[in-house]
């Protein structure tokens, strides 16, 4: 995944880009499980983008978003928020959501 900030993000969304955005901190255990899972993932996902937020040198966005607990991953089809979740979820539940996105496109 790659480290970004949400900049990048936005202007990958404004592109129309499919986006998958993991808003993370290093000092996050769930995090750190949830990236190497969310990288294995990408493989199946060649036409989305994976990406990683550090929430602590991205606080303004973070505050914007409403982030309060990591991590929280969006997904993103473009401009459209397809899912905001909270928390480490299983590979089946992002996999569910971005298949949605594959299939319509």
């Keep these: 995944m790659e480290n970004v900030n949400a900049s990048v993000v936005k202007q990958l969304q404004s592109e129309?880009?499919?986006i998958l955005v993991s808003y993370?901190?290093?000092?996050?255990g769930p995090c750190k499980s949830l990236?190497?899972?969310?990288?294995n993932i990408s493989?199946?996902?060649p036409d989305f983008k994976f990406l990683k937020v550090d929430?602590?040198?991205n606080?303004?966005?973070t505050m914007e978003l409403g982030i309060n607990s990591v991590p929280t991953v969006f997904i993103y089809d473009g401009q459209n928020l397809i899912d905001r979740s909270n928390g480490a979820?299983?590979?089946s539940y992002y996999k569910e959501f971005l298949d949605?996105?594959?299939?319509?496109a």
């Excluded at 949605?100 to 319509?104: D, G, L, S, T, V």
Aim: with cysteine; proline share 3%; charged share 45%.
């Design 35 to 39: 990236t190497p899972r969310l990288e």
């Design 59 to 61: 606080r303004e966005a």
């Design 100 to 104: 949605k996105i594959k299939n319509n």
């Design 43 to 45: 493989k199946d996902y």
């Design 16 to 18: 129309g880009n499919k």
């Design 55 to 57: 929430v602590d040198e």
């Design 24 to 28: 993370s901190a290093k000092w996050c």
């Design 89 to 91: 979820k299983m590979d």
